[in-house]
């Protein structure tokens, strides 16, 4: 009897050893079925949309889709840990109070009063963003939130980031707070509440249209909410600790790097000098958005041009694959330029294979500079 008392005691602390994460699936791990489509935020277990805004859950297990992991409809980002994360757009310049999307969950039991919890989450820009804010709020409240508009919900948060605006792509971001329960809260919703004419705002893409419309969307992952007490080991850094020798992105390879000006002129055949694709893929890496958005902002602000766009491969391999590769990267570059709202009637593209070097293909650096897409835009 004494040796069984001995070891239960033993057993004790350990137990009680870690505060406890009130987030119930603050990885975004657990869901009720894989997504298969954008706006399903539900389907991670303990999430849910407070208004009819439309955030979007992403996972590995979705594959090469619009909400997959690391690629997907807003760019390439790896979960920060596990399988999956959660997506928002916080804020929408066609719309500026009128739309935004928030995350609610349920705690899994009410904070106290006077006691003190630590609130963490990371967030990272979408490589196909085109504004940046500061605006990342949380609201606790004892009540689930309802709203039947999209609109912006006018309740003050309690934790506001004070920090720079977060135009980070390739890292994911650390936001922590301290905070002093004023007891029953029971509900926690992340977002943007700010009104429009306060928001700290940044434009990634210049020199758009007129009423063109710009998005800060935002990826989030390990959402976690603690009691703070002495002498204990955070729960929060157990469950959001990245798995030895994780990237917090991509290679050097998938890095977002600064594109110089992309000069275009009507009728002249131009070499996009920045484009890189998956080695022998067709999938574009984020390293080519900038160039390509400003291609895309020149044909938003010249509503009468057309593009031609033409893809080249060096000399390697089968002719009929180098074929089908060209086709199928112009074409990578046409979907892009489509997605970014350009009409697919300005749009015509086509893969030439090795033809056309404008290299010498018996050396590397020649190689490389065949491996090519070009453009020309047609002014009717």
Not at 149 to 172: C, F, M, N
Not at 240 to 267: C, F, Q, S, V, Y
Not at 299 to 324: F, H, M, V, W
Request: proline share 4%; glycine share 8%.
């Amino acid at each position: 009897m004494r040796k069984f008392v001995r070891v239960f005691l033993l057993l004790i602390p350990f137990g009680n050893l870690a505060a406890q994460n009130l987030i119930y699936n603050g990885g975004f791990e657990v869901h009720s079925s894989v997504p298969k489509y954008q706006s399903q935020i539900k389907l991670a277990v303990g999430w849910f949309r407070p208004t009819r805004g439309t955030p979007d859950y992403f996972n590995r297990l979705s594959g090469k889709t619009k909400i997959g992991a690391p690629y997907n409809f807003m760019g390439y980002q790896q979960p920060r840990t596990g399988e999956g994360y959660g997506g928002f757009y916080l804020y929408e310049s066609a719309d500026l109070d009128g739309y935004r999307e928030y995350l609610s969950t349920k705690l899994k039991s009410t904070l106290e009063r006077g006691k003190q919890y630590q609130v963490k989450f990371y967030v990272s820009l979408a490589d196909y963003s085109e504004m940046a804010i500061s605006n990342i709020e949380v609201l606790f409240t004892p009540n689930e939130i309802k709203r039947d508009g999209s609109e912006r919900i006018p309740i003050k948060p309690q934790l506001k980031y004070t920090g720079d605006v977060i135009t980070d792509t390739a890292h994911w971001v650390e936001l922590l707070w301290t905070y002093t329960a004023k007891g029953n809260e029971q509900y926690m919703t992340i977002g943007n509440f700010e009104k429009a004419a306060q928001c700290n705002v940044t434009e990634l893409v210049h020199g758009l249209a007129k009423g063109i419309s710009l998005d800060a969307y935002y990826y989030i992952d390990d959402v976690c909410v603690e009691r703070l007490k002495q002498d204990t080991v955070c729960k929060c850094e157990q469950d959001t600790a990245r798995a030895p020798g994780a990237m917090h992105k991509k290679d050097t390879l998938h890095i977002r790097k600064k594109t110089e000006k992309l000069n275009i002129e009507p009728e002249q055949n131009i070499i996009l000098q920045h484009i890189y694709f998956e080695t022998n893929k067709s999938d574009l890496l984020p390293a080519s958005f900038q160039e390509l958005n400003q291609l895309v902002q020149y044909l938003k602000k010249n509503p009468k041009a057309a593009i031609e766009l033409s893809g080249y491969t060096d000399n390697t391999g089968r002719e009929s694959k180098n074929q089908k590769l060209s086709d199928a990267r112009a074409k990578a570059v046409a979907d892009y330029i489509k997605q970014k709202g350009i009409h697919e009637n300005r749009i015509t593209y086509k893969g030439y294979g090795s033809a056309n070097p404008i290299a010498d293909n018996t050396t590397k650096e020649g190689k490389a500079k065949n491996r090519r897409v070009e453009f020309t835009v047609h002014l009717n």
